[in-house]
């Protein structure tokens, strides 16, 4: 009867199972017997993790710049490494005899290196902005379930008041800097406007700020030494004139006398000058102070008008006192005499005057000459004393927003780091994973199991059965003689089989029974 190739291949992989069902359920228990071993003998572990949410700050940013960096990471890795730090972790160590055993067989480095590979620090990001942490995971694994909740609730505060501590000392530091900064700015300040009032007493006079000041005065003098060369031209007519007529009167004395009657006007009045000079002082006190070189010149000329005028007033009242008798002639040539002299007094006057006036003329023109020079110089100055202004008032605006920074930081209301699930008191042990183990050791086993019963079969080099025959050899089977079994070999397969069973039902029994405790247990 002619089979499909399937069938066959169906029938001959029974025939395998059947004859090599030994070693590979033996394969097969073997495997997962040290599976099974491992997941309830090795070491097991505990894990406690808790999740810490990043808030944001109370006060706005706009409001409040905080003096911290904003990039999280790389502040959130700074303080990892200051957490698991060797002064840190062996405190905790200490305080809650953890790896007792280890001490002794490992050394501290040692057991503190373990203990960083047990905690595990994870960010959380947002979905939406992968480069935005939003939260941090810590956990930590360790032999029993209430020591790694106490490791990990250590390990929170840890970061939560390192982070407060760091985040309130970068900022004092910050505005501590700024402080520093802000008192060399403010001494440099202080000695550029020293230099700019220094230039400015020094060269009082010739700065651009008196030009226009220095071109009116100029002109005023000017202005004065005119009249002031028209007076000078006139006493000296005048003084011409009354010399010439005391020598006509020495020789002619009645032409004299009646040429003075009509000279006796023609000197300028002392009392009219006065009113002039006092008028010209209030104009001039009206722009200048008293201490004006100009204003100084005229309450001189007054002075000396007035002492004119003084002696002039005595000089009448010697003559009327004197002798009435005397000649008409003596007192002609006295009054010509006294009016000479008052005119040589006005001349001199009135030189004084005018080299007075031409001195300052001159200081103001070279007053205006070295404007140009001094505002240059002062210019310097004060581009160096505008930009360290400017450098004061950006670091002054600086250190008042760090200093608002810090109190915010001082007063908790900027980032903090908050839990939001607390560390958790683990059920049963995360490691070894007791079901995973188990099923993993079936897998194994199976696979093991087909690997023995293939090995097996390559290695064997007889002919079992016709449908192996069949596969090797193109002549037909004519006849298959069946094995001669005699009654004793009969009853032996009979309890062979038996036993087979019961011991492959007492292993799966075993092997249910381990499966479901992994299950439950863990």
Not at 327 to 350: C, F, H, N
Not at 376 to 405: F, G, I, P
């Amino acid at each position: 009867m002619q089979r499909n190739s399937g069938s066959i291949d169906l029938i001959r992989f029974w025939e395998i199972v059947r004859r090599r069902r030994r070693s590979m359920f033996l394969a097969f228990f073997v495997v997962w017997a040290m599976a099974c071993a491992l997941a309830w003998l090795l070491p097991v572990r505990y894990l406690s993790e808790t999740t810490i949410l990043i808030e944001e700050p109370k006060v706005p940013k706009q409001y409040v710049v905080p003096n911290i960096g904003s990039d999280l990471q790389e502040r959130l890795q700074t303080l990892t490494q200051q957490i698991l730090s060797r002064t840190r972790l062996q405190r905790i160590i200490d305080d809650l005899h953890l790896y007792a055993g280890g001490l002794d067989r490992m050394g501290t480095n040692d057991v503190i290196d373990k203990m960083r590979k047990d905690i595990k620090v994870d960010l959380i990001q947002t979905p939406t902005k992968p480069s935005e942490l939003t939260a941090f995971k810590i956990s930590y694994s360790g032999p029993t379930g209430q020591l790694v909740q106490q490791v990990t609730s250590r390990l929170t505060s840890l970061f939560i008041e390192e982070n407060l501590q760091a985040r309130q000392q970068q900022s004092e530091n910050t505005t501590d800097f700024l402080d520093k900064q802000l008192q060399a700015v403010r001494t440099h300040l202080e000695e550029q406007e020293k230099r700019v009032k220094a230039f400015k007493a020094q060269f009082v006079g010739q700065l651009p700020s008196e030009l226009q000041s220095n071109i009116q005065i100029l002109s005023g003098v000017e202005a004065r030494l005119h009249q002031a060369s028209e007076g000078l031209d006139r006493s000296e007519q005048q003084k011409l004139y009354l010399s010439s007529l005391l020598s006509a009167y020495r020789e002619t004395p009645s032409l004299a006398t009646a040429e003075l009657g009509n000279a006796a006007g023609s000197p300028p009045d002392v009392n009219t000058e006065l009113v002039r000079l006092k008028t010209e002082l209030a104009a001039m006190k009206s722009r200048y102070t008293d201490y004006h070189p100009s204003v100084l010149q005229l309450q001189d000329q007054i002075a000396k008008a007035e002492k004119l005028k003084a002696e002039m007033d005595e000089d009448k009242m010697a003559a009327g006192k004197g002798d009435e008798a005397a000649l008409p002639e003596s007192r002609g040539v006295a009054e010509i005499q006294s009016q000479l002299k008052r005119t040589e007094l006005d001349i001199q006057d009135r030189k004084k005057e005018i080299a007075g006036l031409e001195a300052q003329i001159q200081e103001y023109q070279s007053r205006l000459s070295k404007t140009p020079i001094r505002e240059q110089q002062l210019a310097d100055l004060s581009r160096d004393y505008d930009q360290s202004q400017a450098n004061y008032e950006s670091l002054l605006t600086k250190k008042n927003q760090s200093a608002l920074a810090t109190d915010m930081e001082k007063t908790q209301q900027g980032e903090q780091f908050t839990v939001l699930d607390a560390p958790s008191l683990p059920a049963g042990p995360y490691f070894p994973n007791r079901l995973l183990f188990t099923l993993g050791g079936l897998a194994a086993g199976l696979a093991l199991a087909a690997a023995t019963a293939s090995l097996r079969e390559m290695l064997d080099d007889r002919v079992h059965g016709e449908v192996e025959f069949g596969s090797i050899s193109k002549s037909p089977v004519l006849v298959a003689i069946p094995p001669i079994v005699i009654p004793r070999d009969l009853r032996g397969g009979r309890w062979r089989a038996v036993g087979e069973g019961a011991c492959a039902t007492a292993v799966l029994a075993v092997m249910a029974a381990s499966t479901l405790l992994a299950y439950y247990r863990g």
